[in-house]
Protein backbone atom coordinates (compact mmCIF):
# COMPACT_ATOMS: atom_id res chain seq x y z
CA UNK A 1 0.00 0.00 0.00
CA UNK A 2 2.77 2.40 1.08
CA UNK A 3 4.84 1.83 -2.30
CA UNK A 4 2.58 0.84 -5.43
CA UNK A 5 0.34 4.21 -7.30
CA UNK A 6 -2.53 5.45 -4.32
CA UNK A 7 -4.97 4.49 -7.26
CA UNK A 8 -5.20 1.03 -5.23
CA UNK A 9 -6.96 2.08 -2.42
CA UNK A 10 -9.88 2.62 -4.69
CA UNK A 11 -12.64 0.56 -4.79
CA UNK A 12 -14.73 -1.36 -6.41
CA UNK A 13 -17.75 -3.43 -5.18
CA UNK A 14 -16.57 -2.66 -1.94
CA UNK A 15 -13.31 -4.19 -2.02
CA UNK A 16 -10.02 -2.05 -2.43
CA UNK A 17 -8.15 -2.49 -5.88
CA UNK A 18 -5.33 -3.82 -3.96
CA UNK A 19 -7.66 -6.52 -1.68
CA UNK A 20 -9.00 -7.41 -5.37
CA UNK A 21 -5.28 -8.01 -6.69
CA UNK A 22 -4.17 -10.19 -3.80
CA UNK A 23 -7.56 -11.82 -3.68
CA UNK A 24 -8.38 -12.26 -7.34
CA UNK A 25 -5.36 -11.99 -9.25
CA UNK A 26 -2.56 -13.25 -7.03
CA UNK A 27 -4.85 -15.85 -5.08
CA UNK A 28 -6.32 -16.99 -8.29
CA UNK A 29 -3.08 -17.54 -10.23
CA UNK A 30 -1.29 -19.28 -7.30
CA UNK A 31 -4.08 -21.59 -6.35
CA UNK A 32 -6.16 -21.80 -9.60
CA UNK A 33 -3.73 -20.94 -12.21
CA UNK A 34 -6.62 -18.17 -13.25
CA UNK A 35 -7.41 -14.49 -12.39
CA UNK A 36 -10.35 -15.29 -10.27
CA UNK A 37 -12.30 -12.56 -11.05
CA UNK A 38 -11.15 -9.90 -13.72
CA UNK A 39 -7.90 -9.86 -15.80
CA UNK A 40 -4.87 -8.24 -17.58
CA UNK A 41 -5.68 -6.03 -20.56
CA UNK A 42 -4.15 -3.38 -22.24
CA UNK A 43 -0.93 -1.69 -23.41
CA UNK A 44 -0.26 1.10 -20.69
CA UNK A 45 -2.33 4.42 -22.02
CA UNK A 46 -4.31 3.45 -18.67
CA UNK A 47 -3.76 1.45 -15.34
CA UNK A 48 -7.16 0.38 -14.31
CA UNK A 49 -10.60 -0.09 -16.27
CA UNK A 50 -13.94 -1.38 -14.30
CA UNK A 51 -15.79 -3.59 -16.66
CA UNK A 52 -19.51 -6.13 -16.05
CA UNK A 53 -18.61 -9.50 -16.21
CA UNK A 54 -21.20 -11.99 -15.56
CA UNK A 55 -23.20 -9.22 -13.46
CA UNK A 56 -19.96 -8.32 -11.17
CA UNK A 57 -17.88 -5.56 -11.51
CA UNK A 58 -14.88 -6.29 -12.26
CA UNK A 59 -11.06 -5.07 -12.39
CA UNK A 60 -8.93 -4.77 -15.41
CA UNK A 61 -5.68 -4.48 -15.11
CA UNK A 62 -3.08 -3.11 -17.81
CA UNK A 63 0.28 -5.43 -17.39
CA UNK A 64 2.61 -2.77 -18.81
CA UNK A 65 1.60 -0.21 -16.51
CA UNK A 66 1.39 -2.95 -13.21
CA UNK A 67 4.71 -4.20 -14.01
CA UNK A 68 6.07 -0.59 -14.51
CA UNK A 69 4.36 0.39 -11.27
CA UNK A 70 5.59 -3.02 -9.58
CA UNK A 71 9.49 -2.15 -10.46
CA UNK A 72 9.19 1.59 -9.29
CA UNK A 73 7.72 0.13 -5.77
CA UNK A 74 10.37 -2.49 -5.25
CA UNK A 75 13.22 -0.08 -6.11
CA UNK A 76 11.76 2.88 -3.45
CA UNK A 77 10.97 -0.27 -0.99
CA UNK A 78 14.50 -1.45 -1.55
CA UNK A 79 15.77 2.59 -1.27
CA UNK A 80 13.74 2.59 2.62
CA UNK A 81 14.89 -0.57 3.11
CA UNK A 82 18.84 -0.16 2.11
CA UNK A 83 18.36 4.01 4.54
CA UNK A 84 16.44 2.46 7.47
CA UNK A 85 17.94 2.04 10.68
CA UNK A 86 18.69 -1.67 13.00
CA UNK A 87 15.80 -0.64 15.08
CA UNK A 88 13.30 0.72 12.06
CA UNK A 89 9.51 -1.39 12.02
CA UNK A 90 10.70 -2.21 8.30
CA UNK A 91 14.67 -3.09 8.35
CA UNK A 92 12.85 -5.56 11.93
CA UNK A 93 9.95 -6.82 9.55
CA UNK A 94 12.33 -7.45 6.31
CA UNK A 95 14.98 -9.61 8.63
CA UNK A 96 12.51 -11.72 10.80
CA UNK A 97 10.64 -12.68 6.82
CA UNK A 98 13.59 -13.43 5.55
CA UNK A 99 15.15 -15.25 8.32
CA UNK A 100 12.05 -17.25 8.32
CA UNK A 101 12.38 -18.43 4.67
CA UNK A 102 15.67 -17.84 3.79
CA UNK A 103 17.39 -19.23 6.63
CA UNK A 104 14.64 -21.20 8.92
CA UNK A 105 12.90 -22.56 5.39
CA UNK A 106 9.44 -22.04 6.67
Given at each position: ?????????????????????????????????????????????????????AGKWAL?????????DFKAAV????????????????????????????????
Amino acid sequence: KAYMDPRYQRKIAGRTYANVLWEDFRNGIAHGFVVKHGGFEGDGSYYFKKRMIAGKWALIISPTSFHNDFKAAVARYLNDLKNAAPTDVLRQNYLRTFDAVFIQGA
